[in-house]
């Protein structure tokens, strides 16, 4: 979606399905306010997260109990999975956003190869830039031995002139 999304009050998704919201180029102010305990369906989306693919603005949005559980992926694709995005393309930015006390782990072991970037905050910055985020007690996992890719903190993956600035609050 594109436009201006204000949050004005925190969100709890305790047994709600969520997808995602696939493509985000708008505005979105999360006032400081909180999304909670949300664990993402299982989809055939390359990119997961609150947001999947970003090439807007996100800010000061909290999110807390975040579970990307185990999803099967398809043979030889490339996955990226984080908190707040998967992917968070040119032009896009994420600014004192905070992932916490959640779960980035999504291969599950089927016996098929792949590569994913998973990271507390975003995926894989591919040109986007992400500043003054943090992530609390937040784990992000590749999976098995015959997935690669990398995982951080932050971010599982920068590249195209991607920047990750002053995060740590």
């Known amino acids: 979606p594109q436009g201006y999304t204000s949050l004005d009050a925190d969100l709890d998704f305790t047994d709600k399905n969520f997808k995602g919201i696939q493509k985000f180029s708008g505005t979105f102010f999360g006032n400081g306010h909180t999304i909670s305990n949300i664990e993402i369906a299982p989809t055939f989306y390359s990119a997961y997260g609150i947001f999947c693919e970003v090439t807007g603005n996100i ?27 998967g992917i968070l393309r040119s032009g896009g930015e994420i600014v004192r956003c905070e992932v916490r006390d959640s779960k980035i782990q999504n291969i599950k072991n089927t016996g098929v190869t792949g590569t994913l970037y998973a990271g507390g905050i975003v995926g894989w910055i591919n040109g986007g830039t992400v500043n003054g985020c943090i992530a609390w007690n937040t ?27 002053c995060s740590g609050r």
């Open 59 to 85: 800010y000061d949005l909290n999110v807390k109990n975040f579970d990307l559980g185990y999803h099967t992926f398809q043979e030889g694709g490339t996955y990226a999975a984080g908190g707040i995005a």
């Open 139 to 165: 784990k992000a996992r590749i999976g098995d031995n015959r997935v690669t890719g990398y995982s951080g903190g932050l971010a599982g993956r920068i590249d195209n002139e991607g920047t990750l600035r």
